[in-house]
Structures are given as structure tokens and as C-alpha cells.
């Protein structure tokens, strides 16, 4: 019974595994096809291999620079929603005043609307503040959709310092920023970096609000630089699938290196919770 167990688990893991594994795999495969055989022979293996669709993405500066685009949006959108919700979390778990409760509840309830919603008022906001074809334009909105998770993960964290910990450093002289600053976020780094990741990857996929705002070509991100190649009557999908591909790339590397940080920051915010 324990082998029949042993092996229905390594089955069910490895069936699991398939479709993810199967798709991206065949992504690769396809991205060395042209057009014309992805349509007469999706399945089939490329003949000649056109190896030409990935060299020349990778020659070409446009892509380069929506890739650096990318990270400067993802990344400055990570840090202003990092140090925003790290700042509110550290009030509503650390003090206790009338309507906190009120309050928080009022930033958790905006996990209920998703960006498409504000699609229109965000837009004729952004444009009368003048934002549009700026990164800016992009960076802040995507950090007021990131707040409300990132609070309620930082705040049940903080929640579970001891309160001993926070007196004996007052005893000690240190006033309530040197201890938020120098005491509970070294403490709080696993679910800083998990809020981190978290945010980085979202703002890297985001593909709406950048099309939306970054009509010029000069600040387009990786999800939008999709578009060239669509002409009015046809599209190349061979090199389509080549970029998305190459655009895949940046976002697995990253995150195969902050996976450990990510799982480890979620456990001890579940176990310490």
C-alpha cells in the first residue's frame, strides 16, 4: 500500500508538473517555427529551425529598453508601496486609537475592485494631473492597487513582535520611529521580501495600465511591446511567441531566486499568526 501511495503521489506531482512544463516547452519550440508552419503543422517540430526570431528580438535596442522600462516601473513601484504600507501597518498593529479598526477595513476593501474597474475616472485623473506618457503614470497607480494586500500581510506580521520587545527599547531611549526603523523592520524582512516579490512580479505582467498611459513608444513596458508585432491585416505569431518567451525569461529567473524568500516569508507570517 505504501509503494501504490508512494507512486499515485509521484503521479499526481508529475501530472501536475506536465501542464505547466508541456505549455512552455511548446512555446519554446514554436518560437523557432515561422507563421506558416505554426499554421500548417502547429505540432509539429520547426524544419529549418529559424533561429533568427529569437536573435533578432535580442539585437534589437527596442526591446532592451522596454525591458529597462519594466524594471524602473516595477521596481520604484515596489519600494513606494513597501514603504507606504510598512508605515501604515506599523500604526494599525502597533497602536491602538478610535476607528483604527474602521480604517483598516477600509484599505482591505480594496482587494474587491480590481484595476479595470478605475479604468476610466484613473485615466481622466491621470491626464488632468498631466501623467500621461509618464512612468509616473504608472508607478503610482499600481502602488495604490498594491497597498491593500501588502498592508494586511505587513500588518499581520508586525502584530506578532512581542509588545515586551517594543517597551524595553523605550526603556532603552529609543523613540517609536527607532524602533520601527531599527528593531521590527530587521525583524520583519521575510515578509518585506515576500510583499516585494509579490509587487515586482505583478507591476512586470501588468499589461493594461501601461498601455493606457505609455502611448509613446519611449517608456512602452514588456507586456505592451507585444503590439509590434501586429500589422492592420496580419501578425507575425512566430515572433510573437519568440518574444513573449524572451519576455518570460526575466520574471522566472527572478522569481526562482526569491522563491525561498517568498514561501519562508508567507510560513512564518501563517505560523506566527
Not at 501504490?4 to 512552455?24: N, Q
Not at 482587494?111 to 508607478?139: E, K, Q, T, Y
Not at 518570460?248 to 508567507?266: D, H, K, N, T
Amino acid at each position: 500500500m505504501r509503494t501504490v501511495r508512494g507512486l499515485s503521489r509521484h503521479a499526481l506531482v508529475w501530472l501536475l508538473g506536465s501542464f505547466v512544463v508541456v505549455p512552455l516547452l511548446y512555446a519554446v519550440v514554436s518560437g523557432f517555427k515561422t507563421t506558416g508552419d505554426l499554421t500548417t503543422d502547429p505540432a509539429g517540430l520547426p524544419h529549418p529551425w529559424k533561429v533568427s526570431n529569437y536573435t533578432g528580438i535580442l539585437s534589437s535596442g527596442t526591446f532592451w529598453r522596454q525591458i529597462g522600462n519594466s524594471a524602473l516601473i516595477a521596481v520604484a513601484t515596489t519600494l513606494i508601496t513597501v514603504a507606504a504600507a510598512a508605515l501604515a501597518a506599523f500604526a494599525f498593529a502597533r497602536y491602538a486609537f478610535r476607528g483604527r479598526e474602521f480604517f483598516f477595513t477600509l484599505f482591505a476593501a480594496g482587494l474587491m475592485f480590481p484595476p479595470a474597474v478605475a479604468v476610466l475616472p484613473l485615466f481622466v485623473l491621470l491626464r488632468s494631473f498631466g501623467l500621461l506618457d509618464n512612468p509616473l503614470g504608472v508607478i503610482l497607480p499600481q502602488a495604490a492597487f498594491a497597498l491593500p494586500m501588502t498592508l494586511i500581510i505587513l500588518r499581520s506580521f508586525f502584530r506578532t513582535i512581542p509588545a515586551e520587545l517594543e517597551e524595553a527599547a523605550v526603556m532603552d531611549g529609543c523613540g517609536r520611529f527607532g524602533f520601527f526603523w531599527r528593531i521590527l523592520l530587521p525583524m520583519a524582512r521575510p515578509a518585506l521580501g515576500t510583499v516585494s516579490v509579490l509587487a515586482i512580479v505583478t507591476s512586470w505582467n501588468n499589461f493594461l495600465l501601461p498601455l493606457l498611459v505609455l502611448g509613446n513608444q519611449r517608456w512602452q513596458t514588456i507586456p505592451v511591446g507585444i503590439q509590434q508585432f501586429q500589422g492592420q491585416y496580419a501578425t507575425n505569431y512566430a515572433l510573437v511567441i519568440a518574444y513573449i518567451v524572451l519576455a518570460m525569461i526575466p520574471a522566472i529567473a527572478f522569481y526562482s531566486v526569491a522563491e525561498r524568500q517568498l514561501i519562508g516569508g508567507l510560513t512564518a507570517g501563517a505560523t506566527k499568526g
